[in-house]
C-alpha cells in the first residue's frame, strides 16, 4: 500500500468515525447560514455567538484527533502499522476539508446570495480562513497531546486568559511589532510551523502531555495575535498613501517628543496644579498634497488614544489640532501616569474645501473623474484589515486604475446606527430569509462646501456577519462588507460638487458622526 | 526482510524512566523465533512498559531494541506490517463492528490471511455486526486477538491478555493461540500472572524484577534447575515462579538465544 492509498485508507476510516461530529458541524452551519440574526441585536451577542460558535469548532477539531487519541498509551492505534504523518495528514484533511473547507463553501454561498462578485471573494475569505486554520491548528496541537477533551478544555482556557493578557499589553507592543506585511506572514507562518510540529512530536509520542505543551501552544497563539493585529493598528494608517496629488493624506500623527518628555516628567505620582509642564499636548498632523486653503473639517477629526493600561479613548478635536491635557483629563478623569498616550488610529478626514478650490477642481475634472469612477463600479477591493484599537473595525483598500481609496468602517459605530439607519432611513430594508449580516441602503450625503446643499448617494450594503456566520473570525460582523453606490449615470457627471464630495461621503446630520469616512488621492492627470 | 537467525526480539540495555523513577533499568532480554516466551514478575516491575517500548508507543530512551531484525527506533512498515500488539483495556474504536474493523485493518497488513481471520471468528464466537463498544471485556479481547493472529504477524506482544476474562473466554484465546503456533512462524512475548496458561503455552519464561530480567531460560530447564536446588522431583510452575521471584539474579543471566 503506498503512502497516499494508506492516507486515503485512514482518511476514509477517521472520516467513517467522525461522521457524527462533522454531520453534527454541518447542521450547525447551515444553520448559522440561515438563520435569521435580529439587527436590533446588540452588536456584543453577534461577537459572543460567533466566539463561542468558533470555540465549539476547536473542540469539534480537538475531539476527532481525540477519538484516536495519540497521547493515549492504550489507544488502538497505538500497535498498529500506520505512520504519524498519514494519521496527522488523515486528520489535518478531515478537520480542514471537512469542517474548514465546508465552512468556506457555505460562506461562498452565502456572498453570492448577497451579490458579492466572485472575483471578491477570496479576498474576502482569506482572513477570517487564515485565523480560523490557526485556531484549529492550535485545537489539533494541543489535542494531539492530550488524553481526554477535559484537558484540551482547560488548555483552551488558558489559552484563552493568556491571550486576554496579551490583548492588555498589547498597546505597549505594538509599536515594536509595527513590521513590515512580509515579516508579519513570515511570523504566521513560523506559527503554523511551531503548531505542526507540536502536532507532529504529539503523533510521533514525544513530549509528555500536560501543562508544557498548553504553555507552548499559548505562546504560539499569543505570537499569532500579536503579529497579526498588533502591526495592523500602526500599519493600517501608517501605510496610507501619499500619492502627490491633489487629496489630503495623513502622513503621520504623533506625540512630540519634547511634548512627551513634558507629560513623563508631569505624570509623577503628585502632579501639582502649578505645574509648568501642564501645556497642551500637542498632536502633530502632517497632511500632505492639501490645496492651499483647504482646511480640516475639525468636528469630524477623530483621534483614538490608547493610553499605558489598554484603554482607548476615541475622541474628537475641536480646536483646530490641538488636544488640551486637560480636556483629556476631563473625559477620562484621571491624569497620565508613565508612558504618554499613543495615537493609534489613523484619522478620519472629512475635508470641506473653499468654494475657489472647488471651482479649480471642477475646471481639471479630477474630482468628477474620481467620483465617477468610483460610482461606476470600476474600484474593488484591494485589501481588508482589521484595526485593533477599535476592536469591531476594518479598513478597506479600494484600487482602480489610477485610483487608490481607503475606506475606514467601525462596527462599534456602524453596528447600533446600522441599527439606528434602519429606523431612520425609509428605504432601510432588511432581506428576508438571508438574516445573518444584513443587507439594505444606507443614504449618505455629498454637502457642498457652505453645508447648505446636499446630494444623496444611496448605498446598497450587505454585509454576511462573519462574527455570527459560517467563518467566525475576531474581526467583526462587518467583514463581508460590500458597498454598491448608484450607478454613476444618474449622477451628474460634471458637477464641481463631486470635486468636494469626494472628500466626504456620509452626512452626518443623517447618521451621527461620521461612521464611513474615505481619503482620496487623486493621481496626476 | 528478517534474518532468519536473528531472533524474534532482542533487548539490550534498555532503560526507560517516568521522571526520576527508573521503570526499566539497563533491561536485556532475547526471545527466540518460534518460542511463546513468558514473561512473569510481580506488578509495578515494568511488564507493560516494555511491552508499550517493543510496540512503539513509548520511545527508546536508551538502549537497543531490535525487532525480527530491525532497530525498534528506524522499523520499516514492512516489519511493522508483522508485528502484533495485544493488551489488556486496549481501546478498541467502539463505534465500529467487527466487519467494519476488519475492512480496516486488512489493507493495512500485506499478511492478512482472511480463511485464517474467519476461522478465527467463528472459533471465537465474537458477533459480527454488533458495535464493539457494546461488547464484553471477553469479547473484546478476542477481538483484539483477532486482530493481531489474522495479520499473521511473526512476532507477537501480549500484555496481560487473560485478566479480568472468564474461563471460557480464556480457553477458546488460548485455543487460537495454540492453533496459530501449531501452523509455525510466529513468536510471541506473553506479559501475565496467568500461571495456568504459561503453563499451557509457554516454553522459555522469564523473571522480571526491580526493572530487569533475573531470570531467562526455557521453561524445562528453569524447572530442572530449581528442582536440583530444591530437591523437589516436580516443580508446579507457582513453585518455580516464586523461587525464582524471590531468588537472586543468575549469574550473566540464564537467558540465552
Known amino acids: 500500500m503506498s503512502g497516499l492509498a494508506m492516507l486515503w485508507h485512514q482518511l476514509r476510516y477517521d472520516a467513517r468515525r467522525a461522521r457524527s461530529l462533522v454531520l453534527a458541524t454541518w447542521a450547525l452551519m447551515a444553520l448559522s447560514a440561515w438563520n435569521a440574526w435580529p439587527t436590533t441585536m446588540q452588536p456584543i451577542w453577534p461577537a459572543v455567538v460567533g466566539n463561542v460558535y468558533a470555540a465549539a469548532l476547536v473542540m469539534v477539531t480537538a475531539l476527532i484527533v481525540l477519538a484516536a487519541a495519540p497521547a493515549r498509551p492504550d489507544a488502538f492505534h497505538g500497535g498498529k502499522p500506520v505512520p504519524p504523518g498519514v494519521r496527522v495528514g488523515s486528520t489535518l484533511l478531515l478537520a480542514f476539508g471537512g469542517l474548514l473547507g465546508a465552512a468556506a463553501v457555505l460562506t461562498v454561498v452565502q456572498l453570492a446570495a448577497y451579490d458579492v462578485p466572485l472575483r471578491d471573494v477570496p479576498v474576502q475569505l482569506a482572513e477570517p480562513v487564515g485565523i480560523m486554520a490557526a485556531w484549529m491548528l492550535a485545537g489539533v496541537a494541543l489535542a494531539s497531546h492530550a488524553r481526554a477533551i477535559a484537558t484540551v478544555m482547560g488548555q483552551g482556557v488558558a489559552l484563552v486568559v493568556g491571550l486576554l493578557l496579551v490583548n492588555l499589553a498589547l498597546p505597549a507592543w505594538a509599536e515594536v511589532l509595527a513590521l513590515p506585511r512580509g515579516w508579519w506572514l513570515l511570523l504566521q507562518a513560523l506559527l503554523a510551523a511551531l503548531l505542526l510540529l507540536t502536532t507532529w512530536r504529539g503523533y510521533q509520542r514525544r513530549w509528555a502531555p500536560g501543562v508544557g505543551t498548553g504553555v507552548a501552544g499559548m505562546a504560539a497563539l499569543a505570537l499569532f495575535y500579536v503579529a497579526t493585529h498588533g502591526p495592523a493598528t500602526v500599519d493600517s494608517w501608517r501605510t496610507l498613501p501619499t500619492v502627490p496629488g491633489v487629496g489630503l493624506v495623513i502622513d503621520a500623527v504623533q506625540v512630540d517628543l519634547a511634548q512627551r518628555v513634558a507629560i513623563s516628567a508631569f505624570s509623577e505620582d503628585a502632579p501639582k496644579e502649578d505645574d509648568e509642564v501642564r501645556a497642551p499636548l500637542v498632536l502633530q498632523l502632517r497632511v500632505t498634497g492639501a490645496p492651499a486653503g483647504a482646511q480640516l473639517w475639525s468636528d469630524s477629526l477623530q483621534l483614538s488614544l490608547t493610553w499605558a493600561d489598554g484603554r482607548t479613548t476615541v475622541m474628537s478635536l475641536t480646536d483646530e489640532h490641538e488636544l488640551y491635557r486637560s480636556a483629556v483629563e476631563a473625559a477620562e478623569g484621571r491624569a497620565w501616569r508613565g508612558t504618554p498616550p499613543r495615537v493609534r488610529l489613523a484619522v478620519r478626514v472629512p475635508v470641506m474645501l473653499p468654494d475657489s478650490v472647488l471651482e479649480r477642481l471642477a475646471a481639471a475634472g479630477p474630482g468628477a473623474r474620481l467620483m465617477r469612477m468610483a460610482l461606476s463600479g470600476r474600484v474593488k477591493v484591494l485589501r481588508q484589515r482589521p484595526l485593533v484599537t477599535m476592536p469591531y473595525s476594518g479598513a478597506a483598500t479600494w484600487r482602480a486604475p489610477g485610483l487608490r481609496l481607503v475606506t475606514t468602517m467601525a462596527r462599534d459605530s456602524l453596528g447600533p446606527r446600522l441599527d439606528l439607519a434602519s429606523r431612520e432611513l425609509p428605504d432601510w430594508r432588511e432581506r428576508e430569509g438571508l438574516g445573518r449580516g444584513f443587507d439594505g441602503q444606507v443614504n449618505s450625503y455629498a454637502l457642498n462646501a457652505a453645508g447648505t446643499e446636499a446630494v444623496r448617494l444611496r448605498q446598497d450594503m450587505a454585509a454576511v456577519g462573519s462574527g455570527l456566520g459560517i467563518l467566525p473570525g475576531a474581526e467583526g460582523q462587518l467583514r463581508h462588507f460590500w458597498l454598491r453606490p448608484d450607478r454613476a449615470s444618474q449622477l451628474p457627471a460634471d458637477d464641481p460638487w463631486f470635486a468636494g464630495a469626494q472628500l466626504l461621503l456620509l452626512g452626518k446630520e443623517r447618521m451621527g458622526t461620521a461612521m464611513v469616512s474615505a481619503t482620496f488621492a487623486v493621481p496626476p492627470e | ?257
Open chain 2, 1 to 257: 526482510m528478517t534474518s532468519p537467525t536473528a531472533p524474534a526480539l532482542e533487548v539490550r540495555g534498555l532503560t526507560v524512566r517516568f521522571w526520576r523513577t527508573r521503570v526499566l533499568d539497563q533491561l536485556s532480554l532475547t526471545v527466540p523465533n518460534g518460542a511463546l516466551y513468558a514473561l512473569l514478575g510481580p506488578n509495578g516491575t515494568g511488564k507493560t512498559t516494555l511491552l508499550r517500548t517493543l510496540a512503539g508507543i513509548s520511545p527508546v530512551a536508551q538502549g537497543v531494541v531490535s525487532l525480527l531484525g530491525h532497530d525498534r527506533v528506524r522499523l520499516p512498515l514492512a516489519v511493522q506490517q508483522r508485528v502484533g500488539y495485544v493488551a489488556e483495556g486496549q481501546q478498541l474504536p467502539e463505534d465500529l463492528t467487527v466487519r467494519h474493523l476488519e475492512r480496516y485493518l486488512a489493507p493495512l497488513y500485506p499478511a492478512w490471511d482472511a480463511a485464517r481471520s474467519a476461522q478465527l471468528l467463528e472459533r471465537f464466537g465474537v458477533p459480527l455486526t454488533r458495535r464493539l463498544g457494546a461488547l464484553s471485556r471477553g469479547q473484546r479481547m478476542l477481538v483484539a486477538l483477532w486482530a493481531a493472529l489474522a495479520a499473521r504477524p511473526a512476532l507477537l506482544l501480549m500484555d496481560e491478555p487473560f485478566t479480568g476474562i472468564d474461563v471460557a473466554v480464556k480457553d477458546r484465546l488460548v485455543e487460537g493461540l495454540l492453533e496459530v503456533m501449531a501452523d509455525g512462524g510466529v513468536s510471541v512475548l506473553l506479559c501475565t500472572h496467568d500461571l495456568a496458561e504459561v503453563e499451557m503455552l509457554a516454553d522459555w519464561m522469564g523473571i522480571l524484577r526491580d526493572g530487569r530480567v533475573v531470570h531467562s531460560a526455557p521453561l524445562e530447564q528453569l524447572r530442572a534447575q530449581v528442582a536440583q536446588e530444591t530437591g523437589q522431583v516436580a516443580v508446579t510452575l507457582k513453585a518455580l515462579y516464586l523461587a525464582l521471584a524471590a531468588a537472586p539474579a543468575a549469574a550473566g543471566q540464564s537467558e540465552a538465544a
